[in-house]
């Protein structure tokens, strides 16, 4: 009995390394972040951006979260949650197409308790 839970730990043991060593999605996607209690990460690909906010607490993150993208022609806000991000959760924006007149760049916010946080601002 003690040498098949040996055989089975080592088992469980090289399937997560194996797992943890598998690339994701996100693996090949450049993300730049900042914030400390939710990490706002912003990416592009063309003219798309795509904000991902990680909650790095165990409190739930209450706010609006969006994207703007500006140009020549002002600035367009698009809020893609109003609501919560439970505590050690992520919520990642659907790829934002800037529309034309609007394509210098983009950069992702959060609204939370009155004050607004930003990602980093990117250039297409």
Known sequence: MKKITHLTLA??????????AAPSADAATKWSCSGKLTARCITKS??????????TTSRSAKGMFGITCYGPD???AKVYKDGT???YDTFTT????CPKGLRTGAYGW????GKVYYTESLTF
């Open 94 to 97: 659907p790829w934002r197409q």
């Open 110 to 113: 959060q609204m939370s308790n």
């Open 85 to 87: 991000i439970p505590g």
């Open 46 to 55: 063309g003219t798309k951006a795509k904000v991902k906010f990680s909650n």
């Open 11 to 20: 088992a469980l043991t090289t399937l997560s390394l194996v797992g943890l």
């Open 74 to 76: 002002g600035q367009n």
